[in-house]
Antibody, heavy 121, light 107 residues
Framework: QVHLQQSGPRLVEPSQTLSLTCAIS??????????WNWIRQSPSRGLEWLGK?????????EYAPSVMSRASINPDTSKNQFSLQLNPVSPDDTAVYYC???????????WGQGTLVTVSS | DIQMTQSPSSLSASVGDRVTITCRAS??????LNWFQQKPGKVPKLLIY???NLHSGVPSRFSGSGSGTDFTLTISSLQPEDFATYYC?????????FGQGTKLQIK
């Protein structure tokens, strides 16, 4: 059974950096069949895919165009986890953030518990 | 980006009703279409994957169909626990996109 455990600050000041980590158990961040994704949800934007990282003989990272200039997703094989950084943030980035596994068949099957991140001074 | 459009946006129905929600993609996504159920304050729950496959543990009253650009989610006989918001999502090509949601309410 795969379990994703999210951690990170719930309050971030405008223009600062949002940082979240997703610890994986029951699978590997280096898995050859899966990718590891960040998705957020807000009333104004709905469910929005932010990006993913995956290993296929080498590491790949892809971002949604909407956040490409501000986002950074990084795998950490030593801790079997991956992270999201978003910089700079604005109140529009206030959302519930989820880490999610995507299988090779295109299925978002395991989700983290979600982290409500509020951007406010 | 591929746009996913769900209809209706909201729906009122009674326990025991048969309900159908549709999802249309702005271009062909083959069968890379998933359906999720979400209740307030909860994580989205996978119901149907690759258009028509029932996820483990999901009741058989849920079913999905379609391919290309047009898809449907059907609940054959609504139960009280089914009142929630439903989302379709495409995994054919990144950026992966979701429909705007269909809120299913009790009549």
């Amino acid at each position: 059974q795969v379990h994703l455990q999210q951690s990170g600050p719930r309050l971030v000041e405008p223009s600062q950096t949002l940082s979240l980590t997703c610890a994986i158990s029951g699978d590997s961040v280096s898995s050859n069949g899966a990718s590891w994704n960040w998705i957020r949800q807000s009333p104004s934007r709905g469910l929005e895919w932010l990006g993913k990282t995956y290993y296929r003989s080498k590491w790949y990272i892809e971002y949604a165009p909407s956040v490409m200039s501000r986002a950074s997703i990084n795998p950490d094989t030593s801790k079997n986890q991956f992270s999201l950084q978003l910089n700079p943030v604005s109140p529009d980035d206030t959302a519930v953030y989820y880490c999610v596994r995507l299988t090779g068949d295109g299925v978002l099957d395991y989700w983290g518990q979600g982290t409500l991140v509020t951007v406010s001074s | 980006d591929i746009q996913m459009t769900q209809s209706p946006s909201s729906l009122s129905a009674s326990v025991g009703d048969r309900v159908t929600i549709t999802c249309r993609a702005s271009q062909s996504i083959r069968s890379y279409l998933n359906w999720f159920q979400q209740k307030p304050g909860k994580v989205p729950k996978l119901l149907i994957y690759v258009a028509s496959n029932l996820h483990s543990g999901v009741p058989s009253r849920f079913s999905g169909s379609g391919s290309g650009t047009d898809f449907t989610l059907t609940i054959s006989s609504l139960q009280p626990e089914d009142f929630a918001t439903y989302y379709c999502q495409q995994s054919h090509v990144a950026p992966y996109t979701f429909g705007q949601g269909t809120k299913l309410q009790i009549k």
